[in-house]
């Protein structure tokens, strides 16, 4: 892999983490339609962590203000992380077997899709809580929601995000809650996979992993700034379309053995 190749898996890193599309269903659609060669474990994590770092910029004030004003948020994040990392840890192996599926992702797009649709039109309106008045209850139902991004082109951040509609949490809302949660969760996905690298990475790949976390940190920032802008202006709408686009190309590639 060379540089240029890093560049591009780190926009499509930053760009797709916080949309509600699926990093790793376009870093594996990438892989394939662009040539790139397989991506090493160890960059897929660390790139991640470019990501993290620029959720925590960007909600840096949010934070703090949670932290010294809001600490009861605090347990609840914490009651929404519970489901998909129990769940995670224990169908590890066997998504992992799944993991590079076009055929899986293009089905997850379309569903994905039409589901962050439906959820928007009957939850969005009537969604009345906010961040601070979510009870645990609500926040574990988002959890549980959040367990559908376990499947390869879900997404992430599109499952908080209706997992918060769904529990009553107003959308504006429910998107901080997404990108709240999701921070540590990518930090422990990163710190668990860093711990289980079994090999030291070649100073090739700690300069592509490098750059590849550097512009993924800098495009997170803006691919922030556009879902908070888009999905609350548009909801799911837009990306319905883009979703369901693209998993129907994706079957029309994988039935014709062009990918």
Not at 179 to 194: D, R
Request: hydrophobic share 50%.
């Amino acid at each position: 892999m060379n540089i240029y190749q890093s560049i591009v898996l780190g926009v499509i890193e930053g760009l797709t983490e916080f949309l509600p599309i699926s990093s790793t269903g376009h870093l594996i659609i990438a892989q394939k339609i662009l040539g790139l060669p397989k991506v090493d474990d160890f960059m897929t994590v660390v790139i991640q962590s470019g990501a993290i770092l620029s959720a925590l910029v960007y909600f840096r004030h949010k934070i703090w203000d949670i932290i010294l004003h809001k600490r009861a948020v605090l347990p609840k994040l914490f009651v929404s992380m519970l489901p998909v990392l129990v769940v995670g840890f224990v169908v590890k192996k066997l998504l992992e077997n799944y993991n590079d599926t076009i055929l899986l992702i293009a089905i997850s797009s379309i569903v994905g899709g039409i589901f962050f649709y439906v959820v928007e039109k009957f939850y969005a309106k009537k969604a009345t809580r906010d961040l601070e008045s979510g009870s645990y209850l609500d926040y574990l139902g988002l959890g549980v929601v959040q367990i559908l991004s376990l499947i390869p082109g879900f997404s992430r951040s599109g499952s908080a995000i209706a997992g918060g509609l769904i529990n009553n949490i107003k959308l504006k809302d429910s998107i901080e809650i997404s990108f709240l949660m999701g921070i540590p969760l990518l930090l422990i996905a990163t710190l668990y996979k860093l711990v289980s690298h079994s090999y030291v990475p070649s100073p090739d790949l700690l300069i592509n992993t490098g750059v590849a976390t550097l512009v993924a940190f800098a495009v997170g920032l803006a691919g922030i700034k556009l879902t908070l802008g888009w999905v609350q202006k548009y909801g799911f709408r837009p990306f319905m379309y883009y979703r369901i686009g693209l998993g129907v190309i994706l079957l029309v590639a994988y039935f014709a053995k062009l990918i």
